[in-house]
């Protein structure tokens, strides 16, 4: 069996990221990686035949490549994951590798070659469609006149008061869009923030996108006001050393 890992530009492994994707059927959330041009990808090759590909970016700074975050294979030879998978790490130098636990393949090489694994994300998916109600409250897209908001595409007027801003994110993988939202802090606790990611759905299936979002593995309220308004976790962010 020859290997052959050589590095390709995007547009020559774009139809196996194609495959990826649709077989990972969730939001990817390193997807941006390669439109912002952070990544570099490797193609594989079996015998001379394309097998799979794999890619890598910066953990912490983007100029870096310590970090493997995508690695596909054609089924008909994922029983050669482990040889490849090993000669990929000694050609990039990787440190690390990042994975969704939804994406089957990579999870289990992570599992099988790195030490050291933390949860760092929880993932989350559309799940049920919540029919919160909030008497008097007001969800609508920012404009110029709404000083402080303007990073922000909505918000959520309460009894005239802005109580809170979000967002989608459409930098994902299609059909995606990730949810992001605050509630000032004055207004906390009282049910704003799953009221506000219930209307985001909304709208990110009135733009034709399927609503996906993420929090940080040690914050608690965001996952409850995110299931309150009927998302559910689908996955985690992992990370592990390899070398």
């Given at each position: 069996?020859?290997?052959?890992?050589?590095?390709?530009?995007?547009?020559?492994?774009?139809?196996?990221?194609?495959?990826?994707?649709?077989?990972?059927?969730?939001?990817?959330?390193?997807?941006?990686?390669?439109?912002?041009?952070?990544?570099?990808?490797?193609?594989?090759?079996?015998?001379?035949?394309?097998?799979?590909?794999?890619?890598?970016?910066?953990?912490?700074?983007?100029?870096?490549?310590?970090?493997?975050f995508?690695?596909?294979?054609?089924?008909?030879?994922?029983?050669?994951?482990?040889?490849?998978?090993?000669?990929?790490?000694?050609?990039?130098?990787?440190?690390?590798?990042?994975?969704?636990?939804?994406?089957?393949?990579?999870?289990?090489?992570?599992?099988?070659?790195?030490?050291?694994?933390?949860?760092?994300?929880?993932?989350?998916?559309?799940?049920?469609?919540?029919?919160?109600?909030?008497p008097?409250?007001?969800?609508r897209?920012?404009?110029?006149?709404?000083?402080?908001?303007?990073?922000?595409?909505?918000?959520?007027?309460?009894?005239?008061?802005?109580?809170?801003?979000?967002?989608?994110?459409?930098?994902?993988?299609?059909?995606y869009?990730?949810?992001?939202?605050?509630?000032?802090?004055?207004?906390?606790?009282?049910?704003?923030?799953?009221?506000?990611?219930?209307?985001?759905?909304?709208?990110?299936y009135?733009?034709?996108?399927?609503?996906?979002?993420?929090?940080?593995?040690?914050?608690?309220?965001?996952?409850?006001?995110?299931?309150?308004?009927?998302?559910?976790?689908?996955?985690?962010?992992?990370?592990?050393?390899?070398?």
């Open positions: 069996m020859d290997i052959s890992i050589l590095r390709a530009p995007l547009d020559n492994i774009s139809h196996l990221r194609t495959l990826f994707l649709h077989e990972l059927n969730h939001q990817f959330i390193c997807n941006k990686c390669h439109l912002y041009g952070w990544a570099d990808t490797y193609l594989f090759t079996l015998n001379g035949e394309a097998a799979g590909y794999g890619a890598v970016w910066g953990t912490d700074r983007r100029q870096d490549r310590d970090t493997i995508e690695f596909y294979l054609l089924p008909p030879h994922r029983r050669f994951a482990d040889d490849i998978f090993r000669q990929f790490h000694a050609l990039c130098g990787a440190i690390y590798v990042e994975v969704q636990s939804n994406d089957v393949l990579l999870a289990s090489l992570l599992y099988a070659h790195a030490r050291n694994i933390r949860a760092e994300a929880i993932l989350f998916e559309d799940h049920i469609t919540t029919r919160l109600q909030m008097g409250a007001v969800f897209e920012v404009t110029a006149e709404d000083a402080g908001a303007e990073d922000n595409e909505y918000l959520l007027e309460h009894n005239g008061q802005v109580v809170a801003t979000g967002g989608l994110m459409l930098n994902y993988n299609h059909p869009a990730d949810i992001y939202m605050a509630v000032k802090e004055a207004h906390r606790g009282r049910g704003y923030g799953s009221y506000i990611v219930q209307q985001l759905k909304s709208e990110a009135r733009r034709g996108k399927v609503p996906a979002a993420r929090c940080n593995i040690l914050n608690r309220v965001s996952q409850s006001t995110l299931e309150k308004a009927g998302l559910v976790v689908c996955g985690h962010r992992l990370k592990g050393d390899i070398g």
